[in-house]
């Protein structure tokens, strides 16, 4: 089992920036890759960067240029430094593990709150 809690989440104005945390615990042998997600009020979940335990980064087309993906392995933490920061960008943010063998991991979610 792998537990997942976010921080870092508040309420920014446009053109500011924020880093959420995501802290892992238990059994992480076997990820793949991990990643965060948001979901904006009346929409889906969608996807907003990933980096796989070989360093290989992706981003959604919107927040390229903006946020930046990273890990600290000795710490067993993900990060997600958002910077310039458009209302667009409001949801609550999501951390995701991945893991081979068909398991995902879900943490409870950390709200951002861009204000124009």
């Known amino acids: 089992q792998v537990q997942l809690v976010e921080s870092g989440g508040g309420l920014v104005q446009a053109g500011g920036s924020l880093r959420l945390s995501c802290a892992a615990s238990g059994n992480i042998f076997g990820t793949k890759s991990m990643g965060w997600y948001r979901q904006a009020p009346g929409k889906q979940r969608e996807l907003v960067a990933t980096v796989t335990t070989g360093g290989s980064t992706n981003y959604a087309d919107s927040v390229k240029g903006r946020f930046t993906i990273s890990t600290d392995n000795t710490k067993n933490t993900v990060y997600l430094q958002m910077n310039s920061l458009k209302p667009e960008d409001t949801a609550v943010y999501y951390c995701?593990?991945?893991?081979?063998?068909?398991?995902?991991?879900w943490g409870q979610g950390t709200q951002v709150t861009v204000s124009s």
């Open positions: 995701n593990y991945e893991m081979y063998f068909r398991r995902s991991y």
